[in-house]
């Protein structure tokens, strides 16, 4: 089995920062790619950053020059540096996490249990 453990939520002021860290373990130590959703309330989940075993990184338009996303293969870890927070931030963030056995393989796919993020104007 593998878990995602994700830790740094809380509470800000808009213009603050938090960094949210995602630790995985289990039966997978490497992941094809791993990535931050968040959901705010009434709204869909969303992708947030993402980044993959070889360093590429995607990002939300919305969070483009304020978020920043890492990993550390060796900790199996990934991490999402947010700056300049907006309340339009605000949202239970999520941390994916995918491995592809091979072609023609299906994606595996996992979810941490979310970390609430809350940034006040």
């Known amino acids: 089995q593998v878990h995602l453990v994700e830790s740094g939520g809380g509470s800000v002021q808009a213009g603050g920062s938090l960094r949210l860290s995602c630790a995985a373990s289990?039966?997978?130590?490497?992941?094809?790619?791993m990535a931050w959703y968040r959901q705010a309330p009434g709204k869909q989940r969303e992708l947030v950053a993402s980044?993959?075993?070889?360093?590429?990184?995607t990002f939300a338009d919305s969070v483009k020059g304020r978020f920043t996303i890492s990993r550390d293969n060796a900790k199996n870890t990934v991490y999402v540096q947010m700056n300049s927070l907006k309340p339009e931030d605000t949202g239970v963030y999520y941390c994916?996490?995918?491995?592809?056995?091979?072609?023609?393989?299906?994606?595996?796919?996992?979810w941490g249990q979310g970390t609430q993020v809350t940034v006040s104007s």
């Open positions: 994916n996490a995918k491995y592809v056995p091979g072609p023609s393989f299906p994606v595996r796919e996992y």
């Open positions: 289990g039966t997978i130590y490497s992941f094809n790619a």
């Open positions: 980044i993959t075993s070889v360093g590429s990184t």
